[in-house]
Every structure is written in C-alpha cells, then in structure tokens.
T-cell receptor, first 112, second 116 residues
Framework: DQQVKQNSPSLSVQEGRISILNCDYTNSMFDYFLWYKKYPAEGPTFLISISSIKDKNEDGRFTVFLNKSAKHLSLHIVPSQPGDSAVYFCAASASNDYKLSFGAGTTVTVRA | GAVVSQHPSWVICKSGTSVKIECRSLDFQATTMFWYRQFPKQSLMLMATSNEGSKATYEQGVEKDKFLINHASLTLSTLTVTSAHPEDSSFYIC????????????FGPGTRLTVT
C-alpha cells in the first residue's frame, strides 16, 4: 500500500516560471518530510525537508509547504532552471522510525 | 561531507551466480544503512535496514536468504544477491543515516544489476 503518493508523473515548465510538485500521504504518524532530486542512473540527492511543527520551509529557490490537516505537501521551485530537470521524489518518515517511504516520483522538464 | 559510495556502479552476471554490492560512507560513520531497489519509472522500495554489528531487518516480501546483508563496520554494508535470476535485474541503491539523530539519509549513486 503506497503511503506516499505523487499523482503527477511528469511536469513541464518554461524556464523562469514556477514549478509546483505535489505530494499526498496517508499515514498520520509521518512527521518528517523530505524532497529528493534524482538524475538517471544516480542516487537521490537531498533537496529540502520539513518537520510537522512547521508549515513552510524555504531554501533559496526551493520552498516546501506542509498542510497537515490535508496530509499534503508541495515543493515550489522558482524560478525554474534547465538544471532542475530531473525526477523529484517526496519521502516521509515517522519520528520513531528512520525508514523512509517514497512516492513514485515526478519527472520535471524545464524548457528553455 | 556525507558522501556515500557504491561499488560496482554496474554489473552484468549470469543467472545462478551471486553478486556482491558494497556501500561505503566515506566521511562519516553510519551505524544504520538502508538498501533500496528501484524498477524503471517506479519508486524506491526499501528492502532492508542494515545495522552495524547486528542482523539486518528485512521488509515484508524480501527474501533474506536471497539478499544477504552484512554490516561489519561503521562505514561498510554489503548486499549479496545470491543465485541471481533475470527478475533480480534492477537498480540497487544504498543510503546511510546521518549522525546525531538526524532523519536524513545520504544516498549512494546506485548499482545497476543486469542478470542474463
């Protein structure tokens, strides 16, 4: 049973515009959320995270928003750059467990 | 900092043989490492949790006798795929848990296994 869902398998956005990636989760025990970026044939690299005590975390061009009541989080990338083209995974964990549950990923393509 | 390496990066083996994949934390000690498997265009699926000095904890549906995990030191975990079959062909990724109680996992570059 997929506890973390990314319902959009792909996203195409023009360079300079905003990319919005969405993620939903079902397990109410999750209290720590992460976004990873992955290029083909490489391991994921950590991008940004948020704990459940916050509803927003910002790091440069990347902002993650968390809506606990809706069990929904989103990643905003602004402005989008060609180098942002990759697969983005949403992941979640519970404080009593270091294991991560991953979504299926969203492939972002930034058009020049 | 927090670099994790994997070796080999890709391997082709014949059906029935065994393959060992190494995962190393290069600049930090990792008491806990994780092994994932990724099929094309799918999510990373956790296979097992590897704890230094103790037996690995396998996720439901993962055969522990087929996927042998050894975490003999604080910087090395190995995954051995025994009696490999074509359906074991996949991308195997390890990660190491950050120090100091952090939830962050640092991922290796992955190993592409092809069983012919």
């Amino acid at each position: 049973d997929q506890q973390v869902k990314q319902n959009s398998p792909s996203l195409s956005v023009q360079e300079g515009r905003i990319s919005i990636l969405n993620c939903d989760y079902t397990n109410s025990m999750f209290d720590y959320f992460l976004w990873y970026k992955k290029y083909p044939a490489e391991g994921p690299t950590f991008l940004i995270s948020i704990s459940s005590i916050k509803d927003k975390n910002e790091d440069g061009r990347f902002t993650v928003f968390l809506n606990k009541s809706a069990k929904h989080l989103s990643l905003h990338i602004v402005p989008s750059q060609p180098g942002d083209s990759a697969v983005y995974f949403c992941a979640a964990s519970a404080s009593n467990d270091y294991k991560l549950s991953f979504g299926a990923g969203t492939t972002v393509t930034v058009r020049a | 900092g927090a670099v994790v390496s994997q070796h080999p990066s890709w391997v082709i083996c014949k059906s029935g043989t065994s393959v060992k994949i190494e995962c190393r934390s290069l600049d930090f000690q990792a008491t806990t490492m994780f092994w994932y498997r990724q099929f094309p265009k799918q999510s990373l699926m956790l296979m097992a949790t590897s704890n230094e000095g103790s037996k690995a904890t396998y996720e439901q549906g993962v055969e522990k006798d087929k996927f042998l995990i050894n975490h003999a030191s604080l910087t090395l975990s190995t995954l051995t795929v025994t009696s490999a079959h074509p359906e074991d062909s996949s991308f195997y990724i390890c990660s190491a848990l950050g120090q100091g109680g952090s939830n962050e996992q640092y991922f290796g570059p992955g190993t592409r296994l092809t069983v012919t």
